[in-house]
C-alpha cells in the first residue's frame, strides 16, 4: 500500500467512524434517557444539573468492529482478539460500576487480566522499553504502565469535552505517527477510527454536556489506547508514544501522589486535577478544554518530529506539558 493510499484510508475511516459514532450517540442517549441512567451530582462532582451517563457505548460500539476487521485485513487477528477480548470484559465490568458501584478490587482485577491479555498482542521480539530492561522485566514494566493508563483515562474524564477531545489528539496523533513513520497498518487504523468516534461522541459532549461517557467508554478506551502506544514504543517510536499523552500521564502522576502522600483513597472521586481545579475557576468547561487542544498540538506536533530528531523532541513536549499545567494553575486561582 502506498503513503497515499494509506493517508486515503485513514481519512475514510476518521469520517466513517465519526458518522457511525455521532449516530450512536444519538441512538444511546435516547436510550439513558428513557432508562434513566443519570450521573447525579455531589460534592465531588464538577457538573451541576442530573446528566446522562454511558455514552461511551457509541465510542466503543464504532470503535470495536473497526478494530477486529483492521486485524484481519492486516492479517493480526490473533492479536486484535486478545486486546478485545480484555476490551469486552472492561465494558462489561465498566458498565456495571456505572449503573452501581463495585468493588475497586474486582475491578482492578478484571483490568489486570485485560493487560495480561493485551501483552500478548505485542511481538515476542519486540522490546517496549528498547532493550534497556531484560524481556521479563520489561513486560512487568509495560504492564504496570499499562493498568496505570487504564485507570488514568477513568480519572482525566471529569469535565464535560475533555475525554473526547484528548481521545481524538491521541488517537489521531497514533495514525499520523504511523503515516509519517511508513507503518500502513492496524496501528494507524485503529487510531484513527479512535478519533472519528470520539470526534462523533463529542457533538453530544461539549459543553454543556448533554451525556456523559461513563466508565463504559474511559476504561476500555484506555485499554485500547495503551495497546497503540505500547505498539508504537515496541517498534521504536518510543519517544512518540511518550509525548502524545504526556499531558495526561502528568496531570494524573502529580495528582495522585499528592493524594498518596496526604494519606487519601485514590480510587475515591475527587476534583484535585489540574484541569477540575482550571475549570472550577474559570467558571467554564470549554475555556479549559480548549486551552489544553491547544498545547496538546504541540504534543501531536513533537510526536510527530520524533521520527526526524529522536528523544530530542522530548524537550519541547516536557517544555509544552509544564506550561500547560502552569496555564491551569492560574486559571484556577482566577
Known amino acids: 500500500m502506498t503513503s497515499t493510499a494509506y493517508s486515503s484510508a485513514l481519512i475514510g475511516v476518521f469520517l466513517l467512524c465519526l458518522a457511525v459514532g455521532w449516530y450512536l450517540s444519538t441512538r444511546v442517549l435516547r436510550y439513558l434517557l428513557a432508562s434513566s441512567i443519570m450521573d447525579i451530582p455531589n460534592e465531588r462532582s464538577s457538573h451541576q444539573a442530573p446528566t446522562p451517563r454511558g455514552g461511551g457505548w457509541a465510542v466503543m460500539l464504532t470503535v470495536v468492529p473497526v478494530f477486529a476487521l483492521a486485524g484481519i485485513v492486516f492479517g493480526r487477528p490473533l492479536e486484535t482478539g486478545a486486546v478485545l477480548l480484555g476490551t469486552l470484559a472492561l465494558m462489561g465490568v465498566s458498565w456495571m460500576d456505572d449503573r452501581r458501584t463495585l468493588s475497586p478490587l474486582l475491578r482492578l482485577a478484571v483490568q489486570a487480566l485485560a493487560v495480561a491479555f493485551g501483552l500478548l498482542a505485542l511481538p ?3 522490546m517496549v522499553w528498547q532493550g534497556w530492561l531484560p524481556w521479563g522485566l520489561d513486560r512487568a514494566a509495560t504492564a504496570f504502565l499499562w493498568l496505570w493508563f487504564v485507570n488514568l483515562y477513568n480519572f482525566m474524564d471529569g469535565i464535560d469535552g475533555l475525554a473526547g477531545s484528548e481521545t481524538i489528539l491521541i488517537g489521531g ?12 497498518g492496524l496501528t494507524g487504523v485503529a487510531g484513527a477510527a479512535l478519533a472519528g468516534a470520539a470526534a462523533g461522541f463529542l457533538t453530544h459532549n461539549w459543553r454543556p454536556a448533554r451525556m456523559f461517557m461513563g466508565d463504559v467508554g474511559s476504561i476500555p ?3 485500547i489506547l495503551a495497546f ?6 515496541a517498534r521504536g517510536d518510543w519517544a512518540a508514544a511518550l509525548i502524545l499523552p504526556a499531558y495526561y500521564l502528568t496531570d494524573a502522576t502529580i495528582t495522585l501522589l499528592r493524594r498518596l502522600l496526604r494519606g487519601e483513597k485514590i480510587w475515591q472521586a475527587h476534583r484535585e486535577h489540574f484541569y477540575q481545579k482550571a475549570a472550577k475557576g474559570a467558571g467554564r468547561h470549554d475555556r479549559v478544554v480548549l486551552t489544553i487542544i491547544g498545547y496538546s498540538l504541540v504534543l501531536v506536533a513533537a510526536a510527530l518530529a520524533a521520527g526526524s530528531f529522536g528523544a530530542w ?4 513536549g516536557a517544555v509544552a506539558v509544564a506550561l ?10 482566577a
Open 124 to 126: 515476542a521480539d519486540q
Open 173 to 184: 496523533g497514533v495514525a499520523l505517527v504511523s503515516l509519517v513513520m511508513g507503518d500502513f
Open 221 to 223: 478506551l484506555g485499554h
Open 228 to 233: 497503540l502506544l505500547a505498539s508504537l514504543a
Open 313 to 316: 523532541t522530548l524537550a519541547p
Open 324 to 333: 500547560l499545567l502552569a496555564t491551569l494553575t492560574r486559571m484556577s486561582k
